[in-house]
């Protein structure tokens, strides 16, 4: 299948885990991926070795998607290089797990500032180069911590669930330009940020998940390159559970 022939992707924090998962299965259909990353450049470089010996194209770009001036100056260079941005994932994101009681101002604020306000940070230059053209995706990595709430993670949770009603202001602002947005919103995958949990706190989510195992990050993937496609044309404003049915009403 090449759904994303002549696409232009741009997935943020993408060196690794979920990020990588991505943009290696849309490099897989045929979208150029830009592989974005803040710190790690040796993971990014890998990522694109790895779509490149696929047979795809890719390029890593460095920007920390906190700071508003770096993502848009990514969105820009990437609009100017390629022409244009039809896909933009909005996959990075960080934990500072705490207790409300033991939470520090700063655990609040630095996930606040990554995992929020970078999806604003990036969609709305995003948003201009896709209003041009009057086409866009957009998918917003969000969380099942952001859909229950997780105890310790009033900060991420609180992120998360932000993202969710941007995901469905921004689909109605955008709508009449052909752009659609999208959250997927995964249960637990293991990657870095879920392999420092406790062990027994590890035993208690599996208990919580009806299909009784850990997701893997192409199956998250799978969600994100559904919502990107031709096939997701009509969808907008809505968050995609991919949780083996944890957050089942
Ligand atoms: P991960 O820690 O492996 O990957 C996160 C990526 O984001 C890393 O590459 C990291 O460098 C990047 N990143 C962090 N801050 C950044 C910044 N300021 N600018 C640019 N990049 C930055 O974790 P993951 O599990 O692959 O997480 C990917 C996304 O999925 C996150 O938004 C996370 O909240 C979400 N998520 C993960 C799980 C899970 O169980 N793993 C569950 C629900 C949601």
Redesign the pocket.
């Known amino acids: 299948m090449n759904r994303f022939t002549d696409k232009i992707a741009l997935v ?8 990588k998962a991505i943009a290696v299965r849309l490099a897989s259909e045929g979208a150029h991926v830009v592989v ?5 450049v040796d ?1 990014a470089t890998s990522v694109v070795a790895e779509i490149e010996a696929a047979g795809g194209t890719a390029n890593a770009y460095q ?4 700071d508003i001036d770096a993502a848009a100056a990514m969105i820009k260079a990437v609009a100017k290089d390629h022409g244009k941005i039809d896909i933009l994932v909005n ?5 500072r797990d705490q207790l409300i009681m033991k939470m520090s101002e700063d655990d609040w604020d630095s996930v606040m500032r ?2 929020l306000k ?1 999806v604003f940070n990036c969609a709305k230059p995003a948003v201009r180069a896709m209003m041009r053209k009057r086409y866009g995706r957009i998918i917003n ?5 952001g859909v229950l709430g997780n105890a310790g993670q009033t900060n ?1 949770s609180a992120s ?1 669930a932000g993202v969710i009603g941007f995901t469905r202001a921004l689909a109605r602002e955008v709508a009449g330009r052909s752009i659609t947005v999208n959250a997927v ?10 392999g420092d949990m406790p062990e027994d706190l590890q035993d208690a989510t599996l208990a919580m998940i009806p299909l009784a195992r850990w997701g893997q ?1 192409e199956e998250i993937a799978n969600a994100v390159a559904f919502l990107a496609s031709d096939e997701a044309a009509y969808i907008t404003g809505q968050t995609l559970n991919v949780d083996g049915g944890m957050a089942i009403g």
């Open positions: 943020t924090g993408a060196s690794r885990g979920i990020g974005n990353y803040a710190r790690d993971g920007a920390d998607v906190s996959n990075a994101g960080t934990t990554i995992n970078g990595i969000s969380s099942v911590s991420y998360k919103a995964p249960g637990f995958i293991p990657t870095k940020l879920t990050a």
